[in-house]
Nanobody, 117 residues
Framework: QVQLVESGGGLVQPGGSLRLSCVAS????????MGWYRQAPGKERELVAF???????RYVDPVKGRFTISRDGAKNTMYMQMNSLKPEDTAVYYC???????????WGKGTLVTVSS
């Protein structure tokens, strides 16, 4: 079973930046991609971004132009750079691995991002 470990969450002021990291216990291979979901307080979990095994990146509209997802295959690590953060970005962010953005096989435990002044 693949384990996913997130890091990089924390408290940041509106307009600030954070970079989330997710380390996988093994390679995604040539089939699975990795992504990020988030769940804000009192809201449903939602997809944020996904990067395929081939490096194709997808973002939901609320984060386009602000968030950037990337991967380092040699380190089995995925990153998400988050800029111009807004209070509505406050959520627990979950690292995922699966064959498609909305088809998740493995989940991380989550890391909390709080955007507040």
């Amino acid at each position: 079973q693949v384990q996913l470990v997130e890091s990089g969450g924390g408290l940041v002021q509106p307009g600030g930046s954070l970079r989330l990291s997710c380390v996988a216990s093994r390679s995604t291979g040539s089939v699975y991609g990795m992504g990020w979901y988030r769940q804000a307080p009192g809201k449903e979990r939602e997809l944020v971004a996904f990067i395929s095994s081939g490096g194709v990146r997808r973002y939901v509209d609320p984060v386009k132009g602000r968030f950037t997802i990337s991967r380092d295959g040699a380190k089995n690590t995925m990153y998400m750079q988050m800029n111009s953060l807004k209070p509505e970005d406050t959520a627990v962010y979950y690292c995922t691995m699966g064959p498609a953005a909305t088809t998740t096989v493995y989940w991380g435990k989550g890391t909390l991002v709080t955007v507040s002044s």
